[in-house]
């Protein structure tokens, strides 16, 4: 997977400010094309949790989200 910097956008700084995210893609939900993607591996330590988002824009539903995070400790 090709990864992009965080700071490209806004979106994915935001998600990737949480500590626990490995990484994430965002698909169109038309083109099902990847749009956005980044991931930082040397976060993965032990088991790793996968969850897929929508991804909304003005009300409509502009693409998903699939985001690999290690699970939350309670820290």
Do not use: C
Not at 5 to 28: F, Y
Not at 42 to 47: D, F, L, N, P
């Amino acid at each position: 997977m090709e990864s992009q910097p965080p700071v490209s956008s806004p979106l994915l700084a935001s998600v990737m400010e949480d500590g626990r995210v490995i990484s994430i893609r965002v698909t169109d939900t038309q083109s099902n094309q990847v749009f956005l993607s980044t991931q930082r591996g040397e976060r993965r330590i032990g088991g790793v949790s996968f969850v897929q988002k929508p991804v909304v824009y003005r009300g409509e539903e502009i693409g998903r989200s699939p985001w690999s995070s290690i699970p939350n400790t309670g820290h």
